[in-house]
């Protein structure tokens, strides 16, 4: 049974601060893409639903001259450790398993090596179902996270996603309790 839900989570006002900075639609995308891959690598879709929705939650942002500078971001990023951290805050306060807690902060952690000297990480199946959950989404130049959508249909998205997760949980739940 799942303690906390991905409207919960994103509906916290926690959430609401960091995640719209780094944009809501790719967070939402990247949050379906994790689910599918998850189930197809053997992972836990929820947490990988979880990790993915809040995979950037630590990005900062680096302008120059008051634009915003995506070499500079690239050279300074720090993001996944950052939002390994936020995440899992938000995940305890909202009453998450600490143990899944965790787990979805290391996902978030290692879903980008990008602040690694050098790039090459063995990542579990739930790690990798949120990296290339993200890379599916990624748009040249960074562009992925200047993609809009209001809450209404944010939530909306979110709640159909919790259902397939629940779906998914209840029909793992029936095949174990067959076999």
């Known amino acids: 049974m799942r303690k906390v839900t991905l409207t919960e989570i994103f509906t916290h006002p926690y959430a609401q601060k960091y995640m719209k900075r780094a944009g809501i639609v790719h967070a939402v995308s990247t949050a379906y893409h994790a689910f599918h891959i998850a189930k197809e690598n053997g992972a836990d879709p929820d947490s990988a639903a979880k990790a993915a929705l809040l995979h950037d939650i630590g990005h900062y942002t680096w302008y120059n001259n008051g634009t915003w500078d995506y070499d500079l971001y690239k050279e300074n990023d720090i993001h996944a450790i950052k939002g390994a951290e936020r995440a899992h805050k938000l995940l305890v306060r909202l009453g998450e398993?600490?143990?899944?807690?965790?787990?979805?902060?290391?996902?978030?952690?290692?879903?980008?090596?990008?602040?690694?000297?050098?790039?090459?990480?063995?990542?579990?199946?739930?790690?990798?179902?949120?990296?290339?959950?993200?890379?599916?989404?990624?748009?040249?130049?960074?562009?992925?996270?200047?993609?809009?959508?209001?809450d209404e249909r944010t939530i909306k998205m979110l709640q159909k996603l919790d259902r397939m997760v629940e779906n998914e949980q209840n029909r793992q739940t029936l095949k174990h309790s067959v076999s």
């Open 97 to 150: 398993d600490p143990k899944k807690a965790k787990e979805i902060a290391l996902a978030i952690l290692l879903h980008t090596d990008s602040y690694l000297p050098e790039s090459s990480l063995a990542r579990t199946p739930l790690q990798e179902a949120v990296a290339r959950a993200d890379e599916m989404d990624e748009e040249p130049g960074g562009m992925h996270h200047y993609r809009q959508m209001d």
